[in-house]
């Protein structure tokens, strides 16, 4: 038995009890038990723990017990030192759960000020760099520490250790009850892992009965993988329609774990997962939901509780804020955990449906330009929570419409706004919104920007705001960008401008309530993109095949959208050079009634046009003026004024040495 006692902290005495606790027992030739304790001002010692007393096997000094180093050592350490058949590793200090920040997750260090995260993966990087060293895997794992036995927590480690032994709940401060603990498998040191885990549940959960309430389990982690796979495709079901009046009374109903003291609540940001399972089976009642409940149950090896108000705790628990803001605040940290491969995440963005965070950048990249003016365009895929499209946009040419460094106010009639050089992001000034409460400031050019097909913004936003409440909202026209919450720094914000003739506004909103820092704003600029055009809208996919476009030079961009409405960051814009002329084509192609007949020549050309059938008989010609900005539109009629019929047409058109022959065709 391997005992990790992180005791740098308040928990220093009890430390002290639990020690002398297993000194009760103790180890025999059949039981070792091994702890590595490290205490305020006294230092880590290594000891090997006998009936009556321990030996100090290594003074260590100050050292850091919340690095996730320190414990891979530790582990190390013991198995190569202390080899046996099982190992049953006990990590021992304050606990909270997957959550780093703001709350410390695993494990409190006065001496260097740590934590041992989860989310930030110092747990499982300590777990596996142990197992890689030793090729041991943990028989048995077990937290010593409130909050743990989280279906995250449990993921991260899965690969490394066979169960896990954990408290659900806040757990009384004295802990474990090593004497007995250390009774059972010294009585009976061949005992399985599985059977030492129901007992150690046992005998944890009848220690507090009329004590305080507790919820203890033992999870088989082997497990996992295949819970995972069912509880995504249960999800992946639930997810294909809008949430139901059922799933919102679930979550209200649901058996949940609070993080501060023992008293239930529907607004805790934890549930029993296991309580969850069955009312989705409840609901549904169908083979998909069965599957799953029956693997939930199968990977529960024990759970038992005292105290009513978690009669219904099953052995796991699972992160579910009741609402979307808490959800929002802790998601950069969720999604660095292992659990993440799952579609949890989404299935929580999917039930608040109040997703308001735009989809990750993508970046651009063009092949190269073939012999038939053909290319692929690739973009990056880009990360939400919800399902995503793309838009491709193209334009001609890109030119300035309107830049401002900030350094002065000649350009904006200033509401509320003002130059300030606490926070730049270049130069010595930018735009300070204020950060009083009831505001309605505002900073808008003094001339109109005329922007013909399409145009793009770019602004470095610096933000500190009441989220969700205090907000910066970018308006051109029709348009309007809302930004709020906090932006960690200098962001920049690369988005689309409509068509149109309006001045460039910014407004700060702020309602009577709590003021941040507000928001500062720097370093605008405004491009108009030539005869700029969305190549593709709501694209599902992340490449596009350009075939036969026509000569000049052309540039790309892209972005993506979720299904809220959110729209990413414009991509890099990538430049194309196509040197050839493209063939005659047409829009629609095929044609049913009429088309345009696309023309590509030089512009010091008066070439004629002629449609010829798949039977090499002329069926239309066209003389130079006929055509309109290059392009020439057919009735689908021949030279008689009749109908032709369905096929395949080609397109000729030519001026002296210069010929293009196209094909298009009539589906009637």
């Known amino acids: 038995m391997l005992v990790y006692m992180a005791a740098d902290n308040s928990l220093a005495q009890h430390a002290d009890l639990d020690l002398a606790e297993m000194e009760e027992i103790g180890s025999t030739n059949d ?12 230092g880590a010692q290594r000891l090997l723990v006998r009936q009556g007393s321990a030996d100090v096997l290594q003074d260590m000094g100050v050292i850091d017990m919340c690095d996730w180093q ?25 606990g909270t759960g997957w959550v780093l920040s703001p709350k410390p997750s695993f494990g409190s260090d006065w001496s260097s000020g740590n934590e041992l995260g989860i989310s930030n993966g110092d747990l499982r990087k300590a777990i596996k760099t142990a197992n890689n060293f030793t090729g041991e895997r943990i028989n048995l794992f077990a937290f010593d520490a409130c909050l743990m036995q989280q279906i995250e927590v449990a993921y991260e480690i899965k690969d490394y250790a066979s169960i896990l032994l954990a408290p659900q709940n806040i757990c009384p401060l004295n802990g474990f009850r090593y004497d007995k603990i250390l009774e059972v498998l010294t009585a ?4 399985s892992a ?49 949430p139901s009046q059922n799933i919102i009374d679930l979550r209200e109903n649901v058996q949940t774990i609070p993080v501060l003291g023992n008293i239930p609540d529907p607004d805790d940001e934890y549930i029993d997962l296991g309580d969850f399972i069955n009312g989705l089976y409840t609901i549904f009642s169908d083979s998909v939901t069965e599957k799953l409940l029956n693997t939930y149950n199968n990977t529960i090896i024990a759970s038992d509780y005292w105290g009513e108000d978690f009669s219904r705790t099953t052995g796991l628990t699972i992160w579910f804020p009741a609402q979307y803001l808490p959800f929002k605040q802790l998601l950069t940290y969720y999604t660095n955990l292992t659990w993440t491969q799952s579609r949890w995440l989404k299935f929580l963005n999917w039930f608040y449906a109040q997703d308001d965070i735009r989809p990750t950048s993508v970046g651009i990249t063009v092949g190269d330009v073939g012999g038939d003016n053909n290319f692929r ?7 939400d929570l919800a399902p995503i499209t793309y838009h491709l946009i193209e334009a001609e040419d890109t030119s300035v419409l309107f830049a401002d460094a900030c350094e002065d106010s000649n350009l904006w009639n200033l509401n509320g706004f003002s130059l300030n050089a606490n926070n730049v992001h270049s130069g010595n000034h930018a735009f300070f919104s204020g950060n009083a409460s009831n505001l309605q400031n505002s900073m808008e050019t003094k001339d109109i920007l005329s922007i013909e097909n399409l145009g793009l913004l770019s602004i470095w936003l610096h933000h500190s705001t009441e989220d969700m409440t205090d907000s910066l909202i970018i308006e051109y026209g029709p348009f309007k960008d809302i930004h709020y919450g906090q932006s960690h720094g200098w962001v920049q914000r690369r988005t689309i401008l409509p068509p149109g003739n309006y001045p460039l506004k910014i407004s700060y909103h702020t309602n009577n309530a709590i003021n941040l820092g507000g928001c500062y704003i720097d370093d605008i600029k405004v491009y108009d993109l030539k005869n700029g055009s969305y190549v593709k809208q709501y694209y599902p996919d992340t490449s596009v095949y350009i075939f036969n476009k026509l000569r000049g030079e052309f540039y790309y961009a892209a972005f993506a959208e979720d299904r809220y409405g959110n729209k990413g960051n414009l991509s890099n814009i990538v430049p194309v050079s196509v040197e050839n002329y493209a063939v005659p084509y047409s829009n629609p192609n095929p044609f049913q009634t009429s088309c345009d007949i696309v023309l590509d020549y030089p512009d010091s050309l008066h070439p004629t046009v002629e449609i010829f059938s798949i039977a090499a008989r002329r069926i239309k010609k066209f003389d130079a003026g006929a055509i309109q900005n290059k392009t020439i539109h057919w009735n689908g009629k021949d030279e008689q004024g009749r109908e032709v019929g369905s096929g395949l047409y080609f397109i000729l058109i030519k001026d002296g040495s210069f010929k293009r022959i196209g094909k298009i065709a009539r589906q009637r």
Request: cysteine-free.
């Open 188 to 191: 009976n040191p061949k005992t």
């Open 194 to 242: 599985t059977r030492l885990a129901r007992r150690v549940v046992e005998i944890n959960v009848d220690n507090y009965i009329d004590i305080q309430p507790v919820a203890y389990s033992a999870v088989n982690l082997v497990n996992l993988y295949t819970l995972k796979e069912r509880m995504d495709n249960v999800l992946k079901i639930l997810m294909i329609y809008s």
């Open 70 to 94: 320190t414990l891979a050592h530790f582990l190390e350490w013991g198995i190569s030192n202390y080899p046996a058949n099982r190992y049953f590793v006990i990590l021992w200090d304050h």
């Open 377 to 383: 365009i690739h973009w990056h895929k880009s990360y």
């Open 31 to 42: 039981v070792t038990v091994v702890v590595q304790v490290d205490k305020p001002t006294i």
